[in-house]
């Protein structure tokens, strides 16, 4: 069941994947980007569940903070045109 | 099938099919707002059931309480909400026809021309000449 999670779980970073290279505004693949880090985070939990390892964990825990920031400095960017206030 | 093993993997369903939900909603909506809203939202309930999932694995399997998914999924829960409200707040800055309309200029265009609708005069003499 663990399997059939990761499977859905790729189609929908597929799906993420789709916006990101279709998105008419730069907004849009700025989200399918930042769903693409959330995506990427249940995968590797799923992935840690299914191989009965926690080194994976300390991955998850980055990607969700790099992907926070990542997306905070491009939304502050669009914005204001300067990233630091 | 164990108790916990069939939950976890029930929690891992459940929580892949909202994050294939959020990347569906990405895709098919019409609004930016819309899809801002879908990922975020449905998304991120998605991960938590899964990390709910990896906890409830981990701790029938080492014994004892896992907390490092609680970690995960209270940053997780913090941090989507705030990325999602400057991303909103960038769209509505480039592109301000994405704000929907506000709710009295909606109404005034539902009222047939010439009807009389009763509006309330706080204690203004003076009819108020900027409906």
Redesign the interface.
């Known amino acids: 069941?663990?399997a059939?999670?990761?499977f859905?779980?790729g189609?929908?970073?597929l799906?993420?994947a789709?916006?990101l290279l279709l998105g008419p505004?730069?907004?849009?693949r700025?989200?399918?980007l930042?769903?693409l880090y959330?995506?990427a985070?249940?995968l590797l939990?799923?992935m840690?569940?299914a191989l009965?390892s926690?080194v994976y964990?300390e991955t998850?825990?980055v990607m969700?903070?790099l992907?926070?920031v990542a997306?905070?400095a491009?939304?502050?960017y669009?914005?204001r045109g300067r990233i630091m206030p | 099938m164990t108790f916990p093993a069939d939950l976890v993997g029930l929690l891992a369903l459940l929580g892949a099919l909202f994050v294939l939900l959020g990347s569906l909603g990405i895709v098919k909506l019409s609004s930016y707002l819309l899809r801002l809203h879908a990922a975020t939202k449905a998304s991120t309930l998605g991960v938590g059931a899964i990390l709910l999932a990896s906890a409830l694995h981990f701790s029938a399997r080492d014994g004892g309480a896992s907390l490092i998914e609680v970690l995960a999924a209270i940053l997780l829960f913090a941090t989507v909400p705030v990325s999602a409200q400057m991303l909103a707040r960038a769209a509505l800055h480039l592109h301000p026809d994405l704000a929907p309309p506000q709710p009295d200029s909606g109404s005034r265009q539902t009222v047939p021309e010439g009807a009389e609708v009763a509006r309330p005069n706080h204690g203004n003499s003076a009819p108020a000449d900027r409906l």
């Open positions: 069941m663990i059939i999670a990761m859905i779980t189609a929908a970073m799906l993420a789709l916006r505004t730069i907004e849009d700025v989200l399918a930042d769903t959330v995506d985070l249940a939990v799923l840690g569940i009965e926690r964990f998850a825990l969700a903070v992907g926070f997306t905070v491009v939304a502050a669009l914005r």
